[in-house]
């Protein structure tokens, strides 16, 4: 299985923006990037997801890398709501619709 | 918005009880996933259903099983509980298995087994 690196925890300030790294040196060709977040005592839930081309939605912005072995998700006015656990999954054609879940990035938010 | 609930937040059961985890989705999707998440060890694919009364095994079936009688319905079920399965259990359901589909969250269940 391809796998993701990221760091174990960020902080940020409010209103600032934060770029959110995720390493994926052994993407194949057919992986699809994806990013989910975790708020405490909540289930996870999309953020934002890409193959090969950079993509922005109303929550984030998702900047892919020419050579695909890395991604960084992008908040670009951090609020205090967004503090929360980041995942980069990569998912493949083998796996299907299962998602896999690594540690994550934590996020803080200081006011 | 797609509204995926899950029966109760907090639950405290003995060893050896069987345990009934409910799963409801609104949004008509096919499938459905039970994951389990534990400090350390990430969220861990337990069963899916693509469909009703189908079900495959995902990375750590055992001590589980699954019945799906209606598409919005996806049951998790502890034979006999026991103390290892004290956890945060997470269902989920997407409309298609199609690499692109999200898969949308309920807000978990946290087992205590004692």
């Known amino acids: ?111 | 918005d797609v509204k995926v609930t899950q029966s109760s937040r907090y639950l405290v059961k003995r060893t050896g009880e069987k345990v009934f985890l409910e799963c409801v989705q609104d949004m008509d999707h096919e499938n459905m996933f039970w994951y389990r998440q534990d400090p350390g060890l990430g969220l861990r694919l337990i069963y899916f259903s693509y469909d009703v009364k189908m079900k495959e095994k995902g990375d750590i079936p055992e001590g589980y099983s699954v019945s799906r009688e209606k598409k919005e319905r996806f049951s998790l079920i502890l034979e006999s509980a026991s103390t290892n399965q004290t956890s945060m259990y997470l269902c989920a359901s997407s409309l298609g298995l199609n690499l692109q589909n999200t898969q949308y969250f309920g807000p978990g269940t946290r087992l205590t087994v004692l």
Request: charged content about 20%; hydrophobic content about 30%.
């Open chain 1, 1 to 111: 299985d391809a796998k993701t690196t990221q760091p174990n925890s960020m902080e940020s300030n409010e209103e600032e923006p934060v770029h959110l790294p995720c390493n994926h040196s052994t993407i194949s060709g057919t992986d699809y990037i994806h990013w989910y977040r975790q708020l405490p005592s909540q289930g996870p839930e999309y953020v934002i997801h890409g193959l090969t081309s950079n993509v922005n939605n109303r929550m984030a912005s998702l900047a892919i890398a020419e050579d695909r072995k890395s991604s960084t998700l992008i908040l670009h006015r951090a609020t205090l709501r967004d503090a929360a656990v980041y995942y980069c999954i990569l998912r493949d054609e083998i796996q299907g619709g299962k998602l896999i879940f690594g540690q994550g990035t934590e996020l803080s938010v200081k006011p």
